[in-house]
């Protein structure tokens, strides 16, 4: 998968998760740009993702992110094998 389709399809959860169309990701978006995204939707995101992208995140992974643009690359990562 390359990092135009972990976009989109990233797109479409954030989408489903915070019930807003209008969400734009860009790499910079953080939790501070999102109205909604705490720490309960954040655990909500997570499994989303995982279940979109057929993949398991380790708690060690998720914490070093920073914002979307990390998010991305730890799925093109993960998703490609490595």
Request: glycine content about 6%; aromatic content about 8%; overall charge negative.
């Amino acid at each position: 998968m390359n990092e135009n389709e972990i976009y989109s399809a990233l797109t479409e959860v954030f989408h489903d998760v915070f019930d807003d169309e209008g969400i734009v990701l860009t790499p910079e978006t953080t939790a501070d740009n999102i109205d909604g995204w705490d720490s309960q939707a954040h655990v909500i995101l997570t499994v989303a993702a995982e279940q979109r992208f057929g993949i398991k995140f380790r708690t060690a992974e998720l914490e070093s992110l920073r914002n979307v643009g990390q998010f991305v690359q730890l799925i093109r990562n993960r998703t490609s094998g490595s």
